[in-house]
């Protein structure tokens, strides 16, 4: 048998460029399958030995088979002979004897041809499984999804694949991603790209399709109590405390819907926004319990027109813009790490000078990190040189988790610097819920969309010395004392619904 296989394999290598066909297919043949025990043992997770496996191998495997043929052609023009005679030449009579279902060698060569088909098809299927694992989606093009793979890794979501929400379910979407990422190839090969990779991204799947297949809309979210800490500028980087109760739920009652009521199915809020950028709104409709919009016109902007294309309805993504690719902000980068004990709140100035050394230069990640550590070293050596000595470790931890931070959130390489990506999910510089919750879009009567400072959350403290400061009572020095009781009063109102 093993005699037959390699009679025909020499039968079939008539020439050189048969032979080289030969040699090509076999070995591509026999690494791929060498790569992929690797891969399924575990040993292998690289993403460009991906590409090689499932990509260059299958083709040089391919180029191998249609070699052999090509020889075939090739040396039957050349020697003038017949097929019949260049047959008789390779092939012995026993193998060429005709029976019923054919010649030995047409039998060969039939299931030579099903075992190829069947290996591409088992590869194809591999190559489709692979690219959309996370792995080859954040580094096979790895200067280019560098920052989108450093923020996903750290995110809720990083064991959530990223096809899960750019791709969705379907063969269309499948096909369209495709076509999309044969385009992405095309523009990273010969450096097309738009640096950063603008958002918002327009061809993303509607959120039904992809974050609703995980979180139920209508799940009871309640509220949450979120506290934020600011450290201020000064030596001993004084904490600030806003608490606030953020009313997520969608509330089922009129006038008591929370944030959430943006996705209850009978809320649908569309808008057309400047450039389709989704920062600057021309108007925003509200839908109207008899089926018709009600909208709000920015009176900042009714000289622009809008083109009828622009129009969005609005889903989780004009709120959840960063639900994964979080780039933080330096100032709240640093209070974080300071809050999580990762930096020593006990070093002088440190939020001053941990602000200070990730935000001064924009450079690549070597030099940055040089730059940092020479920064906050030169700060103490300075200012305070015997903590060099007694608080040498915490110096050098602050250090390397300041060169995380930066290495996290800035891309050099891709544009990508601070502030690049704004976050809509807050009110962060007027952006965000204030896009459109604020005074100047406005109804036909003159009226805004609701933007009371309780709508959305209780206030429990702003910037205050306390993390509770208004659940005490006033004091009536206190220049804010009206404010503070109106709080107050909210708070417990709202909470004893
Ligand atoms: C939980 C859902 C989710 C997952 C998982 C996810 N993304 Fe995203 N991605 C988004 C959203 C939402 C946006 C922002 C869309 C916008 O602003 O219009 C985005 C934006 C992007 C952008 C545009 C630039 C940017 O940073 O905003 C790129 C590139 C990208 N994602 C790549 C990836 C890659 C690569 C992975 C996997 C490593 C991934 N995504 C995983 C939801 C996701
Ligand atoms: C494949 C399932 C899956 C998809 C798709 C998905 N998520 Fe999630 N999401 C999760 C899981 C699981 C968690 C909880 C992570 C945890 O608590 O560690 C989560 C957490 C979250 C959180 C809470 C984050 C936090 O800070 O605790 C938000 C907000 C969120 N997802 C929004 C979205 C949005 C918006 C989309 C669509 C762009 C989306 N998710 C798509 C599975 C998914
Ligand atoms: C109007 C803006 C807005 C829209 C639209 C929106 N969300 Fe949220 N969502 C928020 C805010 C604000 C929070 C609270 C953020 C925080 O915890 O810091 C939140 C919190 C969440 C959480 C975390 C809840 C928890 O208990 O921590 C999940 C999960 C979530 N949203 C999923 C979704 C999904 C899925 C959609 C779309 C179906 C969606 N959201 C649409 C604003 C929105
Ligand atoms: C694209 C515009 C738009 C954006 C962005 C937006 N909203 Fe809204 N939101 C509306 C409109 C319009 C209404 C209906 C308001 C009204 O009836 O006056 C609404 C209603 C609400 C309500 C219910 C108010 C009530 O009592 O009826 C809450 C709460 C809310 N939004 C919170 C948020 C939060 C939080 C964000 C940011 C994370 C946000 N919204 C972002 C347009 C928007
Ligand atoms: C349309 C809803 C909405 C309105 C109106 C609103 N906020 Fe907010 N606010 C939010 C959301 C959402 C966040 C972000 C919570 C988070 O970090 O997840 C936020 C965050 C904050 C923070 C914390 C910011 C930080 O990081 O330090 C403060 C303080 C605050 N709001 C005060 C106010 C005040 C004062 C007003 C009235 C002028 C107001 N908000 C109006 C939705 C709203």
């Not at 088992?122 to 690219?131: P, V």
């Not at 076509?179 to 450096?191: H, P």
């Not at 925003?284 to 909208?295: M, S």
């Amino acid at each position: 048998m093993k005699q037959k296989y390699l009679n025909f394999i020499r039968g079939v290598s008539i020439n050189k460029t048969g032979k080289t066909g030969v040699v090509l297919a076999t070995s591509s043949f026999v690494a791929m399958i060498f790569l992929e025990l690797l891969r399924v043992a575990g040993v292998l997770t690289n993403a460009y030995i991906g590409l090689i496996t499932y990509l260059l191998l299958p083709t040089l495997f391919v180029i191998g088979l249609v070699f052999i043929p090509f020889g075939w052609m090739q040396y039957r023009r050349e020697s003038g002979k017949s097929t019949k005679e260049l047959l008789a030449k390779q092939f012995t009579d026993e193998e060429l004897e005709k029976n019923r279902i054919g010649s030995t060698l047409v039998r060969t060569v039939l299931i030579f041809t099903m075992a190829n088909v069947l290996f591409l098809s088992i590869a194809s299927m591999r190559m489709l499984s692979f690219m959309d694992e996370a792995e080859f989606c954040g580094t096979a093009c790895h200067s280019v999804m560098g920052p989108e793979w450093a923020t996903y890794q750290v995110s809720p979501h990083s064991r959530v694949a990223c096809v899960s929400c750019h791709v969705g379910e379907g063969v269309g979407a499948l096909i369209d991603s495709k076509l999309n990422g044969t385009w992405q190839m095309i523009s990273v090969t010969f450096d097309l790209l738009e640096r950063p990779i603008p958002t918002p991204v327009h061809q993303l799947r509607p959120a039904r399709e992809t974050c609703e297949k995980c979180h139920w809309p209508e799940k009871f979210y309640g509220s949450k109590i979120k506290s934020i800490v600011h450290y201020d500028s000064d030596e001993a980087s004084t904490p600030k405390y806003s608490t606030l109760v953020l009313k997520v739920d969608s509330g089922e009652e009129v006038g008591k819907a929370g944030i959430h009521w943006h996705i209850d199915k009978s809320n649908v809020v569309r808008y057309a926004s400047i450039e389709d950028e989704r920062e600057e709104m021309l108007w925003v409709e509200l839908k109207q319990e008899n089926g018709t919009f009600k909208r709000f016109t920015n009176r900042k902007h009714t000289d622009i027109k809008y083109e009828f294309d622009d129009e969005r309805t609005m889903d989780c993504v004009d709120c959840h813009n960063r639900a994964t690719h979080i780039y933080e902000n330096p100032k709240d980068a640093v209070d974080k790490r300071i809050r999580k004990g990762l930096i020593d709140k006990s070093l002088p100035f440190i939020k001053r000078e941990a602000y200070a050394a990730i935000t001064s230069s924009f450079t690549t990640p070597d030099v940055a990190n040089q730059i940092i550590q020479n920064r906050i070293i030169s700060f103490y050596r300075d200012n305070y040189p015997d903590l060099l000595g007694t608080k040498g470790a915490s110096i050098d931890k602050a250090i390397s988790i300041l060169q995380n931070v930066y290495n996290t959130n800035v891309h050099y390489g891709m544009n990508v610097d601070w502030g690049v990506y704004p976050n809509f999910l807050g009110h962060q510089n007027g952006g965000g819920c204030f896009r459109c919750h604020n005074i100047d879009l406005i109804d036909e009567a003159g009226t805004p969309i609701k933007n009371d400072c309780t709508m959305c959350h209780s206030i429990l403290a702003n910037d205050s010395p306390q993390p509770f400061t208004y659940l005490k009572d006033a004091t009536n020095e206190n220049r804010d004392s009206v404010m503070h009781e109106y709080l107050k009063d909210e708070f417990l109102e709202y909470s004893t619904q």
